[in-house]
T-cell receptor, first 114, second 115 residues
Framework: GAVVSQHPSRVICKSGTSVKIECRSL??????MFWYRQFPKQSLMLMAT?????????EQGVEKDKFLINHASLTLSTLTVTSAHPEDSSFYICSARGGGAGYTFGSGTRLTVV | QKEVEQNSGPLSVPEGAIASLNCTYSDQGSQSFFWYRQYSGKSPELIMF????GDKEDGRFTAQLNKASQYVSLLIRDSQPSDSATYLCAVTVTFMNTGFQKLVFGTGTRLLVSP
């Protein structure tokens, strides 16, 4: 079946630094990539949607200059959390759609900003 | 009004019983409906999806959709302790101007199956 590889699974960074999270579709072409954030005991909140080769569409309240999304190819999308602060600590999950694969989720990245 | 609503629970059932999970959605144009299971600290995993009104069965799971009532449910028969998790309802929402779809999640229902 369709597989999305997400890395890293866990990252701890210092406040003020930037962190890049990567999602790759391994056996299909991801025409659309969705990025979600999940705080403890809450549901997945959609942050932004990106189509290959286009600028990402951000949900209301999500800072596009802070959460940089790149979807340069049909198999790779990245989310960069710039100038991370403790309140950005969360579980970040990508989901790829394409090639009849439906919505395939990555395994998630636990970000802790100290 | 939230786009997708679920009772947060916890819903507690004994082993072997039927667990019934419910979800309502606000977008009348929604076409696709998904149930995901999420264990603590893990990514959601797809249980099943449904597009048409009525029931869809897959093993111990049955999804039910009623578009007129904007209601979708998941029944888990012969519940097992390993079914204890948070169950997320997700619905596709379409942007009218572009036709683009996104997947919106409910807050999830925590299910506890006791041995």
């Amino acid at each position: 079946g369709a597989v999305v590889s997400q890395h890293p699974s866990r990252v701890i960074c210092k406040s003020g630094t930037s962190v890049k999270i990567e999602c790759r579709s391994l056996d299909f072409q991801a025409t659309t990539m969705f990025w979600y954030r999940q705080f403890p005991k809450q549901s997945l909140m959609l942050m932004a949607t990106s189509n290959e080769g286009s600028k990402a569409t951000y949900e209301q309240g999500v800072e596009k200059d802070k959460f940089l999304i790149n979807h340069a190819s049909l198999t790779l999308s990245t989310l960069t959390v710039t100038s991370a602060h403790p309140e950005d600590s969360s579980f970040y999950i990508c989901s790829a759609r394409g090639g009849g694969a439906g919505y395939t989720f990555g395994s998630g990245t636990r970000l802790t900003v100290v | 009004q939230k786009e997708v609503e679920q009772n947060s629970g916890p819903l507690s059932v004994p082993e072997g019983a039927i667990a019934s999970l419910n979800c309502t959605y606000s977008d009348q144009g929604s076409q696709s409906f998904f149930w995901y299971r999420q264990y603590s600290g893990k990514s959601p995993e797809l249980i099943m999806f449904i597009y048409s009104n009525g029931d869809k069965e897959d093993g111990r799971f049955t999804a039910q959709l009623n578009k007129a009532s904007q209601y979708v449910s998941l029944l888990i028969r012969d519940s097992q302790p390993s079914d204890s998790a948070t169950y997320l309802c997700a619905v596709t929402v379409t942007f009218m101007n572009t036709g683009f779809q996104k997947l919106v999640f409910g807050t999830g229902t925590r299910l506890l199956v006791s041995p």
